[in-house]
């Protein structure tokens, strides 16, 4: 860029100027308006790409940056070429999860490099080997790009080269157990954060990759400073899909400490504004939020949620097969846990551990839950083994406690009182210290039940008590909700579906039970208390908070025009890497290559409809219709379960559609109790 050129964008009101305040939107309007009157310098295009970038369009992003690399190199400045192709590989690998498209761009930027002297853009393209070995899992090979990226960030000025480097290098070193060592590393690349030495994007990057190494080691504590750190970042300097990520975060942190209702709604948000930039790692965000909504025992919404996070390719696991669990669907939960363990999901991501025993655990405390649950002891027993292994390795007190609750749950299965008295209390004791109510509360009903077997009832009961009272306070339905089924209801007369609590007292045909409620069951009181009347699906879903937000506005073409021209060229990229791997016989990078392509056929796949027309993203009604339908027919198979004869005549008399309207039968009073 000419010296021109720079006073020509950095003025105030011009695009340089904007996108140094952080005016995404108006930095890209005015570029936009310069290419309508003339072509765009490459450095104007860069400017694009980065405006693009910050106002939510990552295909007119990528595109720019791809625009810049072809201008560059016909102009003979193969120098600026490479670093334009090191900027592509930057931002695919950080919002699609698409690891071949990546290789390849990096190529492009080593070959355009060719034997010129050391430069900033050499330390880029470190960088990005750096994690893209890291996301797929080759520890050996990221560990040499790591230093590399150090060294060259270092010497030529490029901070976040050098800072992802070494937060690389230390979750490398925790993953090869040496945990403390890996800390020491971790506070040493957190220097760059707190220094102010990062751009913006920069900063969010780090405190992104800080933030997941910690939550992968179950390290809690730290993981919520550096949130509360990435909170103060995105208040101010938020940039691109960066602060929908630091939502999810927040979200995690939310449902650890037991704030059930404030983590869906961060949860919500985070998808709402990731869902035009990631791809296959959109099922990160939507998993958060279905473990929460499994929390809160509304198992149609975590259902919604994981299914669709299976849409996107991701594995919901060990979510997916826990709602199983609590469905009642003993024998899937197991064969999903099971599956889960023996094939990890592929899907490239910073987000977990990419690999060793630490992405595991997860899935190894869910499976001794669910091996007690199906009368597998042997399986459980070699789950809990496992998870001790895990947690004495890496030195985590949360993975300690989830491996104390594994111990406790296997002793209870056989019989073990004193056993699971000690166990769980230890589960109790490690879960109240780290500050995960939840948890806590799961490890005291189970503490509960050891007593039993003790000979204790008495003090069974408080433990119960107790417990319950704790998921009561943090709106954590799903933990009381296999005990609440049979809960004696006090006499009623006539027809009752009345709310008392958190539970709901349901009178019809001369019986009354008590249910927990659900959302389901708040939609059949407002049909119940109307009968005849139709109500429309958003009328229903205005009085659930959070549930319009989750449903969303018409979110236009599944995929738009742009991001399909993007796809294709990416099918392309993914042809090369595989023709690529094939010479090489590399047969790990050729099954990651076919992922990808794979994946690329469907989102293409499902683009289209009858015709090749484009298809439109669910509009507000229908997905409310989808929505609020699920929800009412869980509630009837849940009241069916208690009272056959109530679920009965709700399934005779509730019509549902794009209006739902109790239309009840001369033989039962239309008049209810609620």
Known sequence: MTVGEVDQLGTDGRPGAALDRGEWSAALERLRELRQQRPLTPAELDLLGRAAYGAGEFEAAITAWEQQCALSQSLGDDAAAAAAAATVAMYLMMDTGLMAPVRGWLARAERLLGDRPESPTHALVAMGRT????????????????????????????????????????????????????????????????????????????????????????????????????????????????????????????????????????????????????????????????????????????????????????????????????????????????????????????????????????????????????????????????????????????????????????????????????????????????????????????????????????????????????????????????RRGSVPARPTSGSVFRLEGDVRSVAFAGRTVVLRDLKGMRYLARLLGAPDREFHVLDLVAGEVGEAAGIGADLGPVVDGQARAAYKRRLAEIDDDLDEAAALGDTGRSALARADRDYLLRELAGAFGLGGRSRVAGSTSERARASVTRSLRYAVSRIAEHHPAMADHLERTIRTGTYCCYVPDSRVPASWEL
């Open 131 to 482: 994690y893209e070995r890291f996301m797929c899992g080759d520890a050996e090979s990221s560990a040499r790009w790591a230093e590399r990226a150090v060294e060259l960030g270092e010497r030529q000025a490029v901070p976040l080269a050098a800072a992802l480097g070494r937060v690389a290098a230390a979750r490398l070193v925790i993953l090869g157990g040496s945990v403390d060592r890996g800390l020491e590393l971790l506070d040493e690349a957190a220097v760059s954060v707190v220094s102010g030495e990062l751009d913006p994007l920069g900063a969010g990057m780090v405190y992104c990759e800080l933030i997941c190494a910690m939550q992968g080691l179950a390290q809690y504590d730290r993981a919520e400073q550096w949130t509360e750190a990435m909170e103060l970042w995105r208040a101010g300097t938020a940039y691109g899909g960066i602060n929908g990520r630091c939502r999810v975060h927040r979200a995690e942190i939310l449902r650890l400490r037991g704030s059930c209702s404030a983590a869906e709604q961060e949860a919500l948000e985070a998808c709402r504004e990731l869902r035009p930039w990631m791809r296959r790692e959109f099922g990160w965000p939507l998993t958060e939020l279905g473990a929460i909504r499994l929390r809160k025992g509304d198992l149609p919404g975590a259902d919604e949620s994981f299914r669709e996070a299976l849409e996107h390719g991701w594995n919901p696991q060990p979510w997916l097969a826990l709602l199983r669990l609590a469905q009642g669907e003993v024998a899937d939960a197991a064969v999903m846990i099971a599956d889960a363990l023996e094939h990890p999901c592929p899907v490239p991501s910073k987000e977990w551990p990419p690999l060793g025993a630490l992405r595991s655990a997860p899935l190894l405390a869910a499976q001794a839950e669910i091996g007690v649950a199906a009368g597998d002891v042997e399986t459980a027993q070699s789950a809990a083994a496992q998870l001790s292994a895990i947690a004495e390795t890496f030195h985590s007190q949360a993975l300690a406690a989830a491996a104390a609750g594994a111990r406790g749950r296997v002793a209870l299965a056989v019989g073990d009182g004193e056993t699971a008295v000690r166990e769980c209390g230890a589960a109790l004791a490690g879960w109240s210290e780290v500050g995960a109510p939840y948890e806590a509360a799961a490890a005291r009903l189970a503490l509960a039940e050891g007593e039993r077997l003790r000979g204790r009832p008495d003090r069974a009961c408080l433990e119960e008590r107790t417990a319950l009272a704790v998921a009561d306070r943090i709106g954590a339905g799903g933990l009381t909700q296999p």
